[in-house]
């Protein structure tokens, strides 16, 4: 059976349930004559062909999608272990220079150790020496030995005050950089796409150019759609309007290296040389704070 008021094909319990108050409800071998030259027939297969068609673009897309996908896999792969290699190799370095430092520091402390161990050794030899002669059984000579040794006793003494309380003798103490590893426990091998942000800008129109060099160094875009950059030749912050037209401008206590928003209407600039931060606010007007 089929009902065209629902364009459906049934079958006859599907038109006694479903589709009993239905009016064109009719026998198939009837409403089926001629459907083999029918337009009908034609617009289905072209329908059909034509979303087959688009269907195995869409498979050709996505299997593209897949080798694409596996590339770039492979390419994130190559470069986290280039990434890795560049580390390990950065962190040898470090562990390098900090041997040949700690060799340094420790030649230094041996020289001196050393040189107080020769100086020791030179005196127990002539004290040995000394003791050895007031055995002497001459008794002329053994007043010379005698008067000879209270003179080597008080260098003797002389000197082991230098060792025992001039001079100390340094430790080879060195702390290892923590920060360094739990910076690394801490940190990730890479950022997701979310967290990385592009900013475009095209300029239409004529422009005076000021010929002389002007390095930008920092620029940060604020919440109603301003924008901030640091001028680090003329020391001097800039705020441009959505058009990137200047609007306002004002001198710093130094270079600006870097900029950065901080609150709604405030910056906070890097002023290289001096090491400080200058914090800005960006209302109505660009006034110093702190």
Known sequence: MFCKDHD???????IAIKHRACVNVDYLPDVAKGIQKSSELDDTRKALENVLIRMKQEQE???????????????????IENFKNELIKKIEELAETSKLQISSKYEDIRKDVQSDLDTLGTAISTTTTNLQKLSSINESQLFVNVKTSKVSIKDCETLLRKQTTGKKTEDLKF?????????????????????????KAILHGTFKINPMHCEITGACAMDDGRYVIADHTHSELTRLNGNLTVEDHIKVDGQ??????VGPKEIATFLSGTNKIQFVSVGQRMELKT
């Open 8 to 14: 459906e094909v049934c079958c006859p319990a599907c």
């Open 61 to 79: 897309t996505k299997r593209s999608k897949l080798t694409t996908l596996h590339h770039e896999k492979e390419k994130l792969f190559e470069e």
């Open 175 to 199: 702390l290892l950089n923590s920060e360094i590893k739990e910076e690394l426990t801490s940190m990730s091998f890479l950022v997701t796409a979310e967290d990385v942000k592009d900013y």
């Open 256 to 261: 600006p290296y870097s900029v950065c928003r």
